[in-house]
Antibody, heavy 118, light 110 residues
Framework: EVQLVESGGDLVKPGGSIRLSCVAS????????MTWVRQAPGKGLEWVGR??????????DYAAPVKGRFTISRHDSQNTVFLQMNGLKKEDTAIYYC?????????WGQGSVVTVSP | QSVLTQPPSTSGTPGQRVAISCSGS????????VTWFQQLPGTAPKLLIY???QRPSGVPDRFSASKSGTSASLAISGLQSEDEADYYC???????????FGGGTKLTVL
């Protein structure tokens, strides 16, 4: 059974930084493309970015609102993907989900809450 | 303002059939496959449909979907109270070089 477990969410001040982790189990992580999706309170889903598998270059893509501030990385030996968030803004307040799957986003974590507030 | 346009809400009675539309453009829906998600209150999204029309194992055949040109549609037949949820369409956008989501449609079962 595939499981994704996010952690690291917290209350952060505007301009601050935080790193989220997502640990995966039950899949061959080194081949998985890992994606982060967020959901602001009472709002819809928003794609944040993704990282391809190392065998496919390990390259990253980001949504325009987070490009240059957020960085996705992976540590295959630990089955973990990270989301480093810098220069946080109030509008980054959201539940952050990691997701993956060979047929699309079939597997989701429970989400990690990031609140940006003074 | 979402790149993909969905109606904010829809409703139906038990047993009824409802459809949810998703409108995009030539850079997203027309050239890439559409995915649909169901999100029950307080839970993570669940994959409902992938590759325009395919249901993952475990998704009832009451759920079906289609795509034509720059639009897609999700249909739910034999509506049940447990279908009350938010539904999202999503696809890759070649211009934005990223995934885009619809704003979501809240389905109420009356």
């Amino acid at each position: 059974e595939v499981q994704l477990v996010e952690s690291g969410g917290d209350l952060v001040k505007p301009g601050g930084s935080i790193r989220l982790s997502c640990v995966a189990s039950g899949l061959t992580f080194e081949y998985a493309w890992m994606t982060w999706v967020r959901q602001a309170p009472g709002k819809g889903l928003e794609w944040v970015g993704r990282i391809k598998s190392e065998v496919e270059g390990g390259t990253t893509d980001y949504a325009a609102p987070v490009k240059g501030r957020f960085t996705i990385s992976r540590h295959d030996s630990q089955n973990t993907v990270f989301l480093q968030m810098n220069g946080l803004k109030k509008e980054d307040t959201a539940i952050y989900y990691c997701t993956t799957g060979t047929i699309g986003f079939a597997y989701w974590g429970q989400g990690s809450v990031v609140t940006v507030s003074p | 303002q979402s790149v993909l346009t969905q109606p904010p809400s829809t409703s139906g009675t038990p047993g009824q059939r409802v459809a949810i539309s998703c409108s995009g453009s030539s850079s997203n829906i027309e050239t890439n496959t559409v995915t649909w998600f169901q999100q029950l209150p307080g839970t993570a999204p669940k994959l409902l449909i992938y590759s325009n029309t395919q249901r993952p194992s475990g998704v009832p055949d009451r759920f079906s979907a289609s795509k034509s040109g720059t639009s897609a549609s999700l249909a739910i037949s034999g509506l049940q109270s447990e279908d009350e949820a938010d539904y999202y369409c999503a696809t890759w956008d070649d211009t934005l070089n990223g995934w885009v989501f619809g704003g979501g449609t809240k389905l109420t079962v009356l």
